[in-house]
T-cell receptor
Framework: DTAVSQTPKYLVTQMGNDKSIKCEQNLGHDTMYWYKQDSKKFLKIMFSYNNKELIINETVPNRFSPKSPDKAHLNLHINSLELGDSAVYFC??????????????FGPGTRLTVL | GQQLNQSPQSMFIQEGEDVSMNCTSSSIFNTWLWYKQDPGEGPVLLIALYKAGELTSNGRLTAQFGITRKDSFLNISASIPSDVGIYFCAGQQYGNKLVFGAGTILRVKS
């Protein structure tokens, strides 16, 4: 069974379009994250949600809007796509925030290409 | 923002050789982590380090958390072809936030 799944795997679209990436986890975790990996493989956190509440919101353009309908899902909607948005986007999940480190489990990634 | 300096950027080694990579930071982290990313996949946790000075092994992998909490190294002994991939160090901050290094690309000649 896939623990953290993302759809679509690949997304090719024109500049200016609006698109969404979906993420689901079946691990029973209550915290989910979105990361962006650029062409140089650098991974940077964008958002995290705990029990559907936004916890981390890094300096990300407000064209990016995460939505968490329930604890098992965290979707990423991107408005007015720009060339610089081309990257691989990873979803991750973990159990809780309290105490020490809680292992984050990553999805397979969504490769977004903006033309 | 926060950055971890990871080196080397890439390595091309012979199968059977030992590998060493490291990360340094100007900031202190609660936890240091080492992840591996295979092509077309997400990162997978290899080793987590919680205490300053801690030395932890996972099979052929050994990692240490620096005594100052600002650095860590990862060693891979007797490399095999499936060790190929990108290795990332990461430091944990508040709210389970991870800051990643730039990665070390490992290629193995068989």
């Amino acid at each position: 069974d896939t623990a953290v799944s993302q759809t679509p795997k690949y997304l090719v679209t024109q500049m200016g379009n609006d698109k969404s990436i979906k993420c689901e986890q079946n691990l029973g975790h209550d915290t989910m994250y979105w990361y962006k990996q650029d062409s140089k493989k650098f991974l940077k956190i964008m958002f995290s949600y705990n029990n559907k509440e936004l916890i981390i919101n890094e300096t990300v353009p407000n064209r990016f809007s995460p939505k968490s309908p329930d604890k098992a899902h965290l979707n990423l909607h991107i408005n007015s796509l720009e060339l610089g948005d081309s990257a691989v986007y990873f979803c991750a999940s973990s159990q809780g925030l309290a105490g020490g480190y809680n292992e984050q489990f990553f999805g397979p990634g969504t490769r977004l290409t903006v033309l | 923002g926060q950055q971890l300096n990871q080196s080397p950027q890439s390595m091309f080694i012979q199968e059977g050789e030992d590998v060493s990579m490291n990360c340094t930071s100007s900031s202190i982290f609660n936890t240091w982590l080492w992840y591996k990313q295979d092509p077309g996949e997400g990162p997978v946790l290899l080793i987590a380090l919680y205490k300053a000075g801690e030395l932890t092994s996972n099979g052929r992998l050994t990692a240490q958390f620096g005594i100052t909490r600002k650095d860590s190294f990862l060693n891979i002994s007797a490399s095999i072809p499936s060790d190929v991939g990108i290795y990332f160090c990461a430091g944990q901050q508040y709210g389970n936030k991870l800051v990643f290094g730039a990665g070390t690309i490992l290629r193995v000649k068989s």
